[in-house]
Each structure stands twice: as C-alpha cells, then as structure tokens.
C-alpha cells in the first residue's frame, strides 16, 4: 500500500515448496568468533605442540587455554604424553560430549596443579556407534565422566569396567544429551 | 477450735450433685442460670450442664479430640528432594522455630505423619517415594512445596522429571513458590491442621478407598516410553 | 597356634539412603563391610537428575542463569556469577567495576552462607545439635539481606551477562557492615564451641584421609583438595572479577582428613567477611550494566571459564553457534568430582565413619546430578 511495507526487508513467506529445501534462516548473520591466543596462552601452546608433536591434526585456542584435535585412535597415547610429559596434566578437569549431529565431539579440559596450566584435547567421533578409548586408567575422575557421556550420548568406552547407569536408571531408553532427543511439551502422564 | 483448712477460702466444689430429685420438666440436674435452653454468645459458650456437676471436665467427641491431637502433633519425615528442602530446614531452625506448632522431624517413615515433598521428584526417585509414603502408617498426609513437586516447575520440559509428585502419590497440599518461604510452609501446615480438624468433623478420616494413589511407577514409566515412541 | 573353632565371614551389603537423613539428600551409596569394617563402597546418583544441561540448550541466553541458580542451590549467587562470566566471555562484553564489586561482594557472602550451612549440617551428623541452630540463625541475617537487594531469598536471578539487575539499595553499605559483624561473632561462637571440641576431634582427626596425588587425580577441588595440602584456587590461581585487588590468603591443610576440611571451611569464613570489608571499602560509583543489546546473539565459538565456589572448582563450557540460545552448556560440578574422592577416602574406615567423611565433602546432590 504505502512505501513502508512492513515485510519489505524481510525474506519471502515460506510456502510448503520452500520448507522442502534448505531452511530459510531469519536473524541476522552468524558471526564466528576470532579465536585468540593471549602470551600466556602461547606458551602452553608451544608446549602442547611439543608435547603431541604428529599427533595434533589441527590445533588453536582462546586467551590461556589452547586446544588441539587429534585422532579418536591416538586420544589414549595423547593423554598420556599430557600427563606424563613436561605438561604435567595431573587433573582431568573437566569432560564433555557434544553432539553435532554429523559428529559427536569429545572435549577433554586437562590442568596441571603444579604448572598451573589448562589445555584441551577434542577428539571426534561418528555419530553411528561413537566410541573412543577409556581415560580411566590415566585420571580417576574420567570414570564418572565417561559414565554420564555413555547415559546422555550413548559413547561407548572400552576400558571403563563399570558403564552402568549413572545419572538415569535402568531401562531408559534412548540418550537424551543428543539433539534429536525430544523434549517434552508439557502433558499430563 | 475448727481451723478452716481453706482458710477462710471458699470451699472447692465438690464433684456431687447437690440435689438428686428430679425436676419438674422432666430435667435431672440443676442448670445454671438462662437454663440449658440459653444460646452461647460470641467467646462465651453455652453453659454445658456437665459443668455444674463436674465442673472443670471437658466434654467434645471423640474424633475431634482425636482430630486435635493429631494436628498439633505432626511429625514429618526428614526428606529433602532439592532447593526446596533448604527453606524446609529453615523453616525448623531457629530463627522460624517450626517447633511450637507441634512439628517435629522424625528420620524414620514408621513414626511419621506428614511427607513433605520438598522438591524436584524425578523418575528415578519416583519409586522410592511411593515406597516411603507407603511405609507411613495411617492416617498420613502430604504437602507439596514449591511448584516442581507440584507440576513440575520451571523443569517442565524436562525429559526425566515427574509432572508433579500428585502422579505418584496423592497430595493434600499444594505449596506454591520457588522455593516458598518459611512462611507459606507454616501456612500450609495450619491449612492441614484446619483440614484435619474439619476431615474429622465431616467424618472423613480415614477413609482409605479415596486415598488410591493415581498410577503406579511402573505405569508412569511405561507411559513416558510411549511418549518417546510417538515423539 | 590357634585351637579354637575357624568361622568363616561374609561381608555385608549395607544400604544407605537414597532417604538418609545423613546424605544430605538424595544421594545413595551401597557399603560393602566385613563386621564394622567398610570393604567397599559404591555411590549411586542420579536421585536428583533433572537435565539442566540439557534445558539450557533451548532457553535464551538470559533464561539459564535462572537455571543454574538451581543447580548448586545453596551458593545460588556464585553459579549465577559463573554462568554470567562465561556469557561474557563469549560475547566480549566487561562488566563495570562497580557491577563486579557488587557481585564478589554477594558472591563472597553467599560462600558464608553456604560454608555456614556445612558446619551446622556436618555438627548435626555427628551428633551435636547447638551448631546448627547457631549457623542458620546467621544465614537468617546473610538471607535478609540478599531479599533486601535481590527481591529473593535463595533464587534471585540477579546478576546479568554484562552487569546486575539493579542498583544496590541506599542502606547496602551500613547494612553489610553491621551485618559481617555480627555474622562474625556467629561464626566465631560457632567455632570455640565446636571445632576444639574432644568429641568432634575424636570422630574427625585422621579419619577419611586422602593423599595429594589422589585427591588431584579424582578431581577434586576446593577446600576438599586443599585439605591434602594442594593449595589450588581459582580466585588466585586464574584471577577473575575484582579478586587481584583484594588482600587474602587461601588457607590450606596438610593432613587431608575430615577435620582439615572441616576447618578450611572456617577459615574461608573468616577470609571471605574480610574481603567483603575490603571491598565495602573500595565500592566506586559508576554504572552496573554495560552497553549492549538486550536479546545478545555472542559469536559463534566456544569458551571454558570457571570459578571458584564454595564447594570447588565451578566451571562453564560455553558453546554457542551464533543463535540467541547456547549450542551447548556443560557444567564443571565441584560435587560431583569431589565425590569421586569418596570412594578412596572410606575404603577401610568404619562405618560409623562413612557418615563423616561423606558429611566433609559438602555435597549438594543438585550439582551433583544437575
Ligand atoms: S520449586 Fe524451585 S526451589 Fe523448589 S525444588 Fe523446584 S526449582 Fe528448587
């Protein structure tokens, strides 16, 4: 009618033709993060380059705490060279999966008490049947961890004794850390 | 010399009648002054015929007495769920002293009376639940605090917590808030003492065949495995 | 040379909880012991899972820091100030210096607070009852006062990526010094009356020992890692907020057993009312929020921060792919971590000890579970 069309901006209506391709994302762009390294993150990063040497397949990092991805197979003997070597990772701080729906990430946050330095080892694994070896004989905590991984994500790990339930129960069917786990709308049951 | 043992006082009543005969009109005893036929008014109750035969014995009936002991003595069983049961502990300590209504916390299901559901419930602990309240003896009753054991509360979307505990077991009263303060628990608690009070009035206690709790575990746990297959 | 009759013994399956006035919750743990020995012993969790992690996956950025109120719910404000500062980190925003004041300032009474809570609960498991009445009648004060600035008692959600909700109240600072002093003779009260007591000595001193090596390969964290003598602290060691600028120390044991976590504890009391006189004395004026959009959509890209809570090392994976919700949200829980020393730490007391030792790591099954 007038100038000011208030969809004017705004993509195209989407008709039963269009959800069938691509999904229209609305909002604005997505913006990616610059993945900065500080002086003290650096130097870790020197060392955990040193450390994993061919190991690393990729590596970068943001303020002190530098990542580097290596091989699902290689993740034990990577560990170990953290733990053992110059790094001194005492401490699994802290270990999650993610699930990128083509892929399910495994991300380790190692840190040293006596160094005082965190880094992060990720691994990745398919999405059919994820599975990746057990750090239970290098940090005692991976055994929790791994534990919860194999009740949300569904991570199988060979060399954990112990993989019975520990956050849900027996029986429960499905792994609701993945996305495609539903979530209920609110209904009377 | 007689020395009045009272020493001058009055005389205690005796718990004797001083006339025996029957009264015209049929009556037995004595009455006070309006007769038996005066209306109590305000804070001053009918004058109770007993009272001028045996004065100082109290008469009612046996439930509400029953009725008024068990609400001024609830015990509770001493079970925390979640943030919730943190302002319960509150509410028993010092500062709020949940004491002088009577209520005590008790560690052992056998000797309670009152469940307070102070809490998330979820499914794993949905079965040990229905176990305590059904180790509680009768009569027994139940308070949910704040809006998780209610209906679920702000884990309604939750993929492994239970749509309010009224799924398990059944439910009295419904505390709302989260977590509510010490205060609306105290509220909740005289809100039991006046349903107690008036359950027993309305010769309602104990009636067990409405106490039929809404499903069992096993169903509840069923029904979410459909859930998660018609999803 | 024995003549006597041989008997053969069995070990004994001894079930706790999940309903145990003693596990501080829902927490369950099967004891294995041979006549009052503790053989064995196997936690189960998993009583209080409610998918936290999971929920903040479709709740806005704004949304979850009501959730993680929730999941320590005895230190609400330090989970607040942990998610808020890794929000901030993803989405490259500072808070202003007086919003940060203000949070530490909350955040360090909260650590009182919960530090409180331990000592009266942990006096009650082993058998002494005044404690506790003592320490909830000042956590009363700490909780006025944070209705009096947040609105609420326990679930305030008060802090905000980039800043607070508002503006403390004109009487904050007379009210907070009035109130360190008396929360000060409370804890001191407390103190005299329990932790040199022969009784409580008895049942705490070299029971539940856990060696440095170990207790850093469980995870563990806070004052039950410093306990064996690992002087390991977030505040000091990955700085954060306004904490260079204050003046304390980080108390340490040596022993590693009950009674060395217990008095950390008190300890960090003391340190804490301190700091949050220090930091009265420092409170500068300015605004609490920094500039910024209200609905923030961060850059797509992942960060850890972490923080140090009351019970350990609290922290946050953040990872956001450029939508207003968080991709993912993983939370480092202290509890959890800390309850894996459980384990090592009973093996081969008595039972009657379990009791204790399971009281000195200062769980709390939300965070444990989340
Ligand atoms: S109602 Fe609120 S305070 Fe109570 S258990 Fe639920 S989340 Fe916690």
Excluded at chain 2, 15 to 30: A, L, N, S
Excluded at chain 3, 131 to 158: D, K
Excluded at chain 3, 169 to 194: A, C, S
Excluded at chain 3, 247 to 275: H, I, T
Aim: charged fraction near 25%.
């Amino acid at each position: 009618m007038t100038e000011q069309d208030p969809l004017a901006g705004q993509p195209e209506a989407k008709g039963p033709e269009a959800s069938a391709e691509k999904p229209v994302r609305h909002g604005p762009p997505i913006v990616v993060a610059e993945e900065q390294l500080n002086e003290r993150g650096e130097q870790t990063a020197e060392q955990l380059a040193r450390t994993l040497g061919a190991l690393a397949l990729d590596a970068a990092g943001r303020d002190d705490t530098p990542w580097a991805r290596v091989d699902a197979s290689q993740l034990h003997r990577a560990a170990e060279k953290c733990r053992d070597g110059e790094m001194g990772m005492d401490m699994l701080n802290l270990m999650l999966a993610v699930d990128w729906v083509d892929r399910i990430q495994m991300i380790y946050v190692l840190y040293s008490t006596t160094n005082n330095r965190k880094a992060i080892l990720k691994a990745d694994l398919p999405a059919e049947a994820p599975k990746i070896s057990s750090v239970t004989d290098l940090w005692e905590a991976g055994s929790w961890y791994e534990r919860e991984a194999h009740d949300l994500f569904g991570v199988e790990f060979p060399g954990n004794s112990d993989m019975s339930p520990l956050l849900l129960y027996e029986g429960f069917e499905g792994h609701p850390g993945l996305k495609s786990y539903p979530l209920n709308d609110y209904e009377e049951w | 010399m007689a020395v009045d043992a009272n020493n001058g006082a009055q005389n205690l009543p005796l718990f004797v009648p001083q006339k025996w005969e029957r009264e015209e009109g049929g009556r037995f005893f004595h009455t006070g002054e309006g007769g038996d036929d005066s209306l109590g008014k305000g804070n001053h109750p009918a004058p109770n015929r007993i009272n001028n035969v045996a004065p100082g014995v109290i008469t009612a009936k046996l439930d509400d007495l029953i009725a008024m002991g068990r609400s001024n003595s609830l015990w509770t069983l001493t079970f925390g769920l979640a943030c919730c049961a943190i302002e319960m502990i509150s509410t028993h300590m010092a500062h709020h002293d949940f004491d002088r209504f009577g209520i005590v916390t008790w560690p052992s299901p056998r000797q309670a009376d009152v469940m307070i559901i102070a809490g998330t419930v979820v499914k794993k602990m949905a079965e040990p639940i229905r176990l305590l309240y059904e180790q509680m003896p009768d009569p027994k009753w139940v308070i949910a605090m704040g809006t998780c054991a209610t209906s679920g509360g702000p884990y309604y979307r939750s993929y492994s917590v239970v749509m309010g505990v009224d799924h398990i077991i059944p439910v009295d009263i419904y505390v709302p808030g989260c977590p509510p303060r010490p205060e609306a628990l105290m509220d909740a608690f005289l809100k039991l003492q006046t349903k107690i009070k008036s359950d027993a009035k309305n010769h309602q206690i104990d009636d067990l065949s409405e106490h039929t709790a809404a499903a069992s575990v096993a169903e509840v746990t069923s029904a979410t495995a459909t859930v998660e297959e018609s999803a | 040379m024995s003549t006597g009759p041989q008997f053969d013994s069995v070990d004994m399956m001894l079930n706790m909880g999940p309903q145990h006035p003693a596990t501080h919750g829902v927490f369950r743990m099967v004891l294995t012991v041979d006549g009052e020995r503790v053989v064995d012993v196997t936690p189960h969790i998993g009583y209080l899972h409610r998918g936290t992690e999971r929920l903040a996956e479709v709740e806005s950025y704004g949304q979850v820091i009501t959730l993680f109120d929730r999941v320590d719910y005895i230190s609400n404000l330090n989970n607040e100030l942990a998610f808020v500062r890794a929000g901030e980190k993803i989405m490259e925003v500072d808070a202003p210096e007086r919003a940060q004041y203000i949070r530490v300032i909350l955040a360090e009474l909260n650590r009182v607070a919960s530090h409180l809570l331990f000592i009266g609960t942990y006096a009650i498991d082993l058998g002494a009852m005044t404690p506790v009445m003592y320490c909830f009648r000042e956590r009363e004060r700490i909780e006025n006062l944070f209705e009096h600035v947040t609105g609420a008692r326990m679930m305030h959600n008060y802090m905000r990526i980039g800043g607070v909700k508002s503006d403390v109240p004109d009487d904050f600072v007379p009210w907070v010094h009035r109130l360190i002093g008396d929360v000060r003779k409370g804890v001191e009260e407390t103190d005299k009356l329990l932790s040199t007591n022969e009784v409580f000595l008895g049942r705490t001193r070299g029971v539940g020992i856990i060696d440095g090596p170990m207790a850093v390969s469980c995870g563990l964290s806070g004052p039950s890692l410093r306990g064996s003598g690992i002087a390991y602290d977030v505040r000091k060691d990955d700085p954060y907020e306004i904490y260079p600028y204050l003046n304390y120390k980080v108390p340490v044991g040596e022993n590693g057993d009950c009674w060395d976590r217990y008095y950390l504890r008190v300890l960090e009391c003391y340190e804490s009312l301190s700091m949050i006189e220090q930091c009265l004395n420092q409170l500068p004026d300015g605004p609490i929020m920094a500039a910024g959009r209200r609905i923030a959509r961060p850059p797509a890209g992942e960060v850890f921060s972490h923080s140090e809570n009351p019970r350990g090392d609290l922290g946050v994976y953040l990872i956001s792919d450029g939508s207003d919700k968080p991709y993912r949200v993983k939370i480092r829980p202290p509890s959890f971590c800390n309850l894996i020393g459980l384990r090592p730490m009973t093996i081969g007391s008595y039972i009657a000890d379990a009791v204790a030792i399971l009281g000195s790591l200062d769980i709390v099954l939300g965070e444990v579970d989340r």
